[in-house]
């Protein structure tokens, strides 16, 4: 894992809007609509990673065995990649947005989410079994709140640019901050102007945030990171059991036109390990979940601890929400932990005993209010689950008393 990642100096600046807006069915308690923005943004805080992988691989073959020399005995490859030389990245990306709002009145404010890798826009919007208590940007806005989700850089419907040396995180870290400042000023599509903004993260997507908190802790006036604690795991269930495979070669009718430094978890039952926890979700969950997964890059992946060797004058409230049994970031058991005590404070719900999640506190020594919720009998992708609901209460729960 990379160490040594020093002070980031990225700067967000303007996202311009597309006038293009697409409508989209409307769900119980949200109205949607999708629509693409060009988001500029630059950072100086990108590596040279080409300089220690090379190009992209030129096969399955080829990247099953630089994936088996990372993690050699005596390796230093990861060492190669903490020392790599810092790259400047500047530029407007077109990425793909859904917006939901209340149907019923304005919103109070809005949830800007960031999805893992393996993971799309559509996490925080799961239609499923014909139920709206999968779907985040539902629940939200049956509690008043609107919810922007996007294709991250490189995902889905968004840019896909150089995997290895331009989609990396601190360039993402950039680009969140942008979209944040231009619903602030209202000008990203046709959205309006919001003053309350509560930055929401699953996985990757809650490493990237904590990047933002350092960069531009003002972006955000509250965090919720889910799927996350500062504990990931590097044993047997980490990232490596993500098996990461060529996506045009797992998946060539998805993703034929992609670079080979576009990858993806190549089967169901990977997918499973990684992000699930029989029984509690149901068979169509999984499947949807396979069938839509969305491809990351090396690039990514190389560089998602980067964010959090950086220190932050973050003062907002932060919310960690993560699954009982979550395998990437608790190695499958959050409350086997060395901790004696827990160190977030209660909100009534929060359960009080120590687990792994308390180790995101240090990340954040200046919030104004630091709580932990354990979603129980739950895994890594826990708005699959059918606990999903009852997360989604304690969030909105949290962001109400906190920030209203
Ligand atoms: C949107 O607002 C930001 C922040 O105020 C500003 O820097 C940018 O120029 C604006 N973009 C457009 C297209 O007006
Ligand atoms: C933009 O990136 C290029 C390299 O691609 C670099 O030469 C230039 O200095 C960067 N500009 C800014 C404003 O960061
Ligand atoms: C919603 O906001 C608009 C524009 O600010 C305002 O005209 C309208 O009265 C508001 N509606 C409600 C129900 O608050
Ligand atoms: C959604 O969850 C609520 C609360 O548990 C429950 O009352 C409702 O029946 C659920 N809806 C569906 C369609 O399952
Ligand atoms: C999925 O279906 C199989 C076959 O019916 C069943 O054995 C299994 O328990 C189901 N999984 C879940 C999570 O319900
Ligand atoms: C998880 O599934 C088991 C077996 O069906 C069930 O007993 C348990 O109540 C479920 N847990 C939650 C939190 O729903
Ligand atoms: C935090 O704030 C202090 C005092 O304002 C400042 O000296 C320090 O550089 C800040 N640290 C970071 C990481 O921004
Ligand atoms: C970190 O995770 C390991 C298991 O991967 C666990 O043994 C250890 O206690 C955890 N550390 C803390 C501080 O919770
Ligand atoms: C606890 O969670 C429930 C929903 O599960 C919510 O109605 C209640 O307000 C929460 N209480 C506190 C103190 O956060
Ligand atoms: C909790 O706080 C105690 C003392 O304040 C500290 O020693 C311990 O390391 C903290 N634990 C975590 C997981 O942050």
Not at 56 to 61: E, I
Not at 123 to 137: E, G, H, R, T
Not at 265 to 271: A, G, K, S
Not at 325 to 339: E, G, I, K, M
């Amino acid at each position: 894992m990379l160490s040594a990642l020093t002070t980031f100096a990225l700067l967000g600046s303007l996202v311009t809007a597309i006038p293009q807006v697409t409508k989209r069915d409307s769900g119980t308690y949200a109205n949607c609509r999708t629509f693409y923005s060009d988001v500029y943004a630059q950072t100086t805080q990108n590596i040279d990673l080409a300089s220690v992988i090379g190009a992209p691989p030129a096969n399955q073959q080829a990247l099953v065995e630089s994936s088996i020399e990372q993690f050699a005995a005596g390796s230093t490859v990861m060492q190669q990649i903490m020392a790599a030389p810092k790259i400047p990245v500047n530029g407007s990306y077109n990425l793909w947005f859904e917006y939901c709002e209340p149907k019923n009145g304005n919103a109070t404010g809005i949830f800007q989410t960031h999805h893992g890798i393996v993971g799309n826009a559509g996490y925080w919007n799961v239609q499923l079994d014909n139920s709206p208590n999968n779907s985040f940007a539902e629940s939200a806005a049956a509690a008043g709140w609107a919810t922007l989700s996007y294709d991250r850089l490189g995902v889905g419907r968004s840019a896909k640019p150089d995997g290895t040396n331009i989609v990396q995180i601190s360039y993402e870290i950039a680009q969140s901050i942008s979209i944040a400042e231009s619903l602030r000023s209202g000008n990203l599509s046709d959205l309006g102007q919001f003053n309350k903004i509560v930055g929401v993260g699953h996985s990757y997507g809650s490493n990237l945030l904590t990047g933002v908190a350092s960069v531009s802790p003002s972006a955000f006036d509250g965090l919720v990171l889910t799927g996350f604690t500062n504990n990931a795991t590097t044993g047997p269930l980490g990232l490596f059991s993500f098996q990461s495979t060529i996506a045009n070669v797992a998946y060539p009718s998805r993703f034929a036109s992609e670079k080979n430094d576009y990858v993806i978890t190549p089967n169901v039952y990977v997918d499973q390990t990684g992000f699930f926890h029989y029984p509690n979700y149901t068979n169509s969950s999984l499947q949807m979940f396979t069938m839509n997964k969305g491809e990351y890059t090396l690039g990514q992946q190389n560089t998602i601890s980067a964010p959090l060797q950086l220190m932050n004058n973050y003062t907002s409230p932060v919310f960690v929400v993560t699954g009982q049994n979550d395998a990437p970031y608790c190695a499958a058991n959050c409350y086997s932990t060395s901790s004696t005590s827990s160190n977030s404070t209660s909100s009534g719900n929060s359960t009080s005993m120590p687990s792994q999640l308390d180790t995101a506190k240090t990340l954040f020594p200046s919030a104004s209010a630091f709580e932990t919720y354990v979603v129980p009998d739950t895994a890594h992708g826990i708005n699959y689950h059918t606990t999903a609901y009852q997360a989604y209460l304690q969030i909105i729960s949290f962001v109400q008393n906190q920030m209203i």
